[in-house]
């Protein structure tokens, strides 16, 4: 078998894993260190630098000492990476194939994903308002303590179909593309744009450099997630999918590709990142409901265009249908890959 052919190999044992375990709260994840890498060098380049806890003051050192934070923090998890897996290949090749499975299954979150959104959509579904508040709280940015049962669903809703891309299709774009260090390379700057790439007080110059980066990187991922949900939600209409709750309110009675394409290519872009408004537009049409709109980060309310229209009114259901358009996607990402990584490897042997 090819190094291609074990890369594949390697993804599909990653990917199962992801399926039937999710992110095992008891186990150490890379994010975990990514985080602490982040937050470290933050505090001392911060000391170096001199920053002023001012927002408009030392623009330029901050954003010079942003753009060392994100070198500095990219350098030292790929080195990170690469020395573990020549120490494990001291011993043969054995732990390095193992490293490399558990690397990819912790760069995949899909079920993690899946699992978060139900913590929102169950209390959702029987009245318990307060109980999704705290749950979407725990996996959006936005404030949360004024959400009306429309607002948290809408949250849910945008999360799983903006994560379909940087939590699952992403991850697998670059797991494809240069295996496990294109997955733990991604995660690192996924990570980085998570925790410094606001545009608050304290991270508007600084984070530049990891929102920029992030940007870059899911640019084409991100795009090919869009193209994704479109496909999935023709597999899901063809197969005459309504998520388990049946006929929606205002006349839903199936997912519609044709809509998701059109709303897609309308509402792209409306959106203050060039990414994000990628999926949730392709999920807007293909729910026929609008998406978006002004929400409030930090105690600052931002104005933003919304993504769909209105045809009718969101319900919860809505959060699971868009768990569906997420797995139809991912699979079909997957499937795609995998294929193309065979065919290469078997016209090389």
Not at 2 to 10: F, H, M
Request: aromatic share 8%.
């Amino acid at each position: 078998m090819t190094d291609l052919g074990t890369r594949a190999l390697v993804l599909a044992c990653g990917a199962a894993l992801d399926l039937i375990l999710g992110d095992p709260r008891k186990l150490w994840h890379p994010v975990i260190g990514f985080g602490w890498l982040i937050s470290r060098f933050e505090t001392l380049l911060f000391r170096i630098f001199r920053l002023s806890g001012e927002p408009e003051a030392d623009r330029g050192r901050k954003r010079a000492a942003g753009a060392l934070l994100t070198v500095l923090v990219l350098t030292v998890a790929a080195a990170a990476y690469f020395a573990l897996r020549f120490l494990l290949g001291l011993t043969g090749p054995a732990l390095p194939l193992l490293l490399d499975v558990i690397v990819t299954w912790q760069m995949l979150a899909m079920t993690s994903l899946r699992r978060a959104a139900e913590d929102v959509r169950r209390p959702l579904a029987a009245g318990d308002t307060e109980a999704a508040r705290r749950a979407v709280s725990m996996v959006v940015g936005r404030d949360t303590a004024s959400l009306t049962a429309e607002g948290i669903t809408k949250a849910a809703v945008e999360t799983v179909a903006e994560n379909a891309s940087d939590g699952v299709i992403a991850p697998l774009f670059y797991l494809f593309l240069f295996g496990p260090a294109g997955g733990w390379v991604y995660k690192c700057i996924n990570t980085m744009d998570s925790m410094i790439g606001y545009r608050n007080d304290r991270y508007r110059y600084f984070g530049t450099a990891a929102a920029r980066l992030d940007d870059a990187a899911n640019f084409l991922p991100s795009r090919l997630a869009a193209l994704a949900i479109v496909a999935g939600a023709w597999l899901l209409e063809k197969a005459g999918r309504r998520g388990s709750g049946g006929a929606a309110a205002g006349g839903f009675t199936g997912y519609d590709a044709a809509n998701a394409w059109r709303i897609h290519r309308r509402d792209r872009f409306n959106h203050p990142s060039p990414n994000s408004a990628q999926t949730e537009s392709a999920v807007a049409g293909a729910l026929h409901i609008r998406l978006a709109g002004d929400a409030w980060y930090f105690g600052v309310l931002h104005h933003k265009p919304t993504q769909g229209d209105a045809d009718r009114p969101v319900e919860p259901e809505d959060i699971r249908r868009t768990e569906h358009l997420m797995e139809a996607a991912a699979g079909l990402v997957f499937a795609a890959g995998e294929l193309i990584l065979m065919a290469i490897s078997l016209a090389l042997m």
